[in-house]
């Protein structure tokens, strides 16, 4: 076996190079973003699946011939990197990985890429399934999904509150649609008879407020905008003949420490807050990957994908699925309100993640 990291400014870029050095039966087995002044992509290709395993179970470096190694530093390098790369491959087996990669199974690989399943996780599906069945079972498989606020016998709840009534709060990166589904999830709820509160705790945005005060109005449900965790206290108590209470809040850049900082302390309160984590379908992939970083830091109870009516390819659902190993509360398909929100089933997301075009 080959193994060989190839640096790039991107990810296509890389492909370029591993192509060029490993030929096109060359397998990704990782790739990996790498952050600073000057970004790059760093992909770690493989090309021929001899790998030899000794008694141990661990895989013994192939012999390196000292040919063109010019210096001891040099060699020194190289021996770091086959180190690392060791470590890498140990890593992956022991996960499961397989990294025989037989041309039928190449094939599933590729349509999975195609979709923009990550690497290292179509790589595994494309290990097990032996055809679209076989993956669309493996898929829906993987993938939760629990509508949020279900009727449930009393005791059961998760989340409960004055006796079963629900809080459920809605965060996310900027403009993903938390204010729009806020409405939404309000619409659907009065519908059911159920009586919804609304708060805001968006006071960062100008005009957030005016927002989702026209919703409020709209749906005809009260609303208190609050900025602090004391007001939001107050607000929640005062909300106590609510069935469902939603909190909306602003969405800011993850990156910025004050964000979660202040998210964290709304949890420190005790307040029996159901998170739904929102990711917008249409958002950049490795902006989606990255995201993950800072909100795994809090006590998230459920993911939701939203503006599904905007992506080309739905593979991401799968990653974040995979990657926060939460429940899938729903998607929203549109910029309709009342509407656009589906409470779509496993295999309606199978369906998505694995067709190309939009929903
Ligand atoms: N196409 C499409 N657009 C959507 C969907 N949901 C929301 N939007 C649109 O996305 C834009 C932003 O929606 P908001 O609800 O304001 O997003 P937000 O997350 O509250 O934004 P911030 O409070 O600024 O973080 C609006 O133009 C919405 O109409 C959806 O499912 N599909
Ligand atoms: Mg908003």
Same mark, same amino acid.
């Given at each position: 076996?080959?193994?060989?990291?190839?640096?790039?400014?991107?990810?296509?870029?890389?492909?370029?190079?591993?192509?060029?050095?490993?030929?096109?039966?060359?397998?990704?087995?990782?790739?990996?973003? %790498?952050?600073?002044?000057?970004?790059?992509?760093?992909?770690?290709?493989?090309?021929?699946?001899?790998?030899?395993?000794?008694?141990?179970?661990?895989?013994?470096?192939?012999?390196?011939?000292?040919?063109?190694?010019?210096?001891?530093?040099?060699?020194?390098?190289?021996?770091?990197?086959?180190?690392?790369?060791?470590?890498?491959?140990?890593?992956?087996?022991?996960?499961?990985?397989?990294?025989?990669?037989?041309?039928?199974? %190449? !094939?599933?690989?590729?349509?999975?890429?195609?979709?923009?399943?990550?690497?290292?996780?179509?790589?595994?599906?494309?290990?097990?399934?032996?055809?679209?069945?076989?993956?669309?079972?493996?898929?829906?498989?993987?993938?939760?999904?629990?509508?949020?606020?279900?009727?449930?016998?009393?005791?059961?709840?998760?989340?409960?509150?004055?006796?079963?009534?629900?809080?459920?709060?809605?965060?996310?990166?900027?403009?993903?649609? %938390?204010?729009?589904?806020?409405?939404?999830?309000?619409?659907?709820?009065?519908?059911?008879?159920?009586?919804?509160?609304?708060?805001?705790?968006?006071?960062?945005?100008?005009?957030?407020?005016?927002?989702?005060?026209?919703?409020?109005?709209?749906?005809?449900?009260?609303?208190?905008?609050?900025?602090?965790?004391?007001?939001?206290?107050?607000?929640?108590? !005062?909300?106590?003949?609510?069935?469902?209470?939603?909190?909306?809040?602003?969405?800011?850049?993850?990156?910025?420490?004050?964000?979660?900082?202040?998210?964290?302390?709304?949890?420190?309160?005790?307040?029996?807050?159901?998170?739904?984590?929102? *990711?917008?379908?249409?958002?950049?992939?490795?902006?989606?990957?990255?995201?993950?970083?800072?909100?795994?830091?809090?006590?998230?109870?459920?993911?939701?994908?939203?503006?599904?009516?905007?992506?080309?390819?739905?593979?991401?659902?799968?990653? *974040?699925?995979?990657?926060?190993?939460?429940?899938?509360?729903?998607?929203?398909?549109?910029?309709?309100?009342?509407?656009?929100?589906?409470?779509?089933?496993?295999?309606?997301?199978?369906?998505?993640?694995?067709?190309?075009?939009?929903?």
């Amino acid at each position: 076996m080959r193994i060989k990291k190839i640096q790039a400014k991107n990810f296509r870029q890389a492909l370029a190079l591993v192509k060029k050095e490993l030929g096109a039966d060359a397998v990704i087995l990782s790739s990996e973003d %790498k952050k600073g002044s000057r970004p790059y992509v760093e992909v770690t290709a493989a090309i021929d699946y001899d790998l030899e395993t000794d008694n141990s179970g661990s895989y013994s470096p192939a012999t390196v011939s000292s040919a063109g190694i010019s210096s001891k530093s040099e060699f020194a390098e190289l021996k770091k990197e086959i180190k690392s790369l060791m470590e890498c491959i140990e890593t992956m087996r022991s996960s499961g990985f397989e990294l025989r990669l037989p041309e039928e199974r %190449k !094939k599933m690989f590729n349509f999975l890429r195609e979709r923009s399943i990550k690497d290292e996780f179509a790589l595994k599906l494309a290990a097990k399934a032996e055809d679209t069945d076989d993956l669309e079972a493996l898929i829906s498989k993987e993938i939760n999904f629990l509508p949020p606020f279900r009727s449930k016998s009393p005791g059961e709840e998760k989340v409960s509150f004055n006796g079963g009534k629900r809080i459920a709060m809605l965060i996310g990166p900027t403009g993903v649609g %938390k204010t729009t589904t806020i409405a939404k999830l309000a619409s659907k709820a009065i519908k059911e008879g159920r009586k919804v509160g609304m708060i805001s705790i968006d006071s960062y945005k100008i005009g957030a407020a005016e927002q989702i005060r026209i919703y409020a109005r709209m749906i005809g449900i009260p609303l208190d905008i609050v900025s602090n965790v004391e007001s939001l206290e107050e607000s929640i108590k !005062k909300f106590y003949d609510r069935d469902i209470v939603l909190i909306d809040t602003s969405g800011r850049n993850p990156e910025d420490r004050e964000y979660i900082k202040g998210l964290k302390d709304i949890y420190s309160t005790g307040l029996p807050i159901e998170t739904q984590l929102l *990711l917008s379908t249409s958002s950049d992939c490795d902006f989606l990957m990255s995201t993950h970083e800072y909100y795994r830091s809090l006590p998230i109870d459920y993911i939701a994908f939203t503006k599904t009516d905007e992506a080309v390819k739905l593979g991401s659902i799968y990653n *974040l699925c995979r990657l926060y190993q939460k429940p899938v509360a729903y998607i929203t398909t549109g910029q309709r309100v009342p509407g656009n929100i589906e409470f779509a089933d496993s295999r309606r997301l199978t369906n998505l993640i694995l067709r190309t075009g939009s929903a």
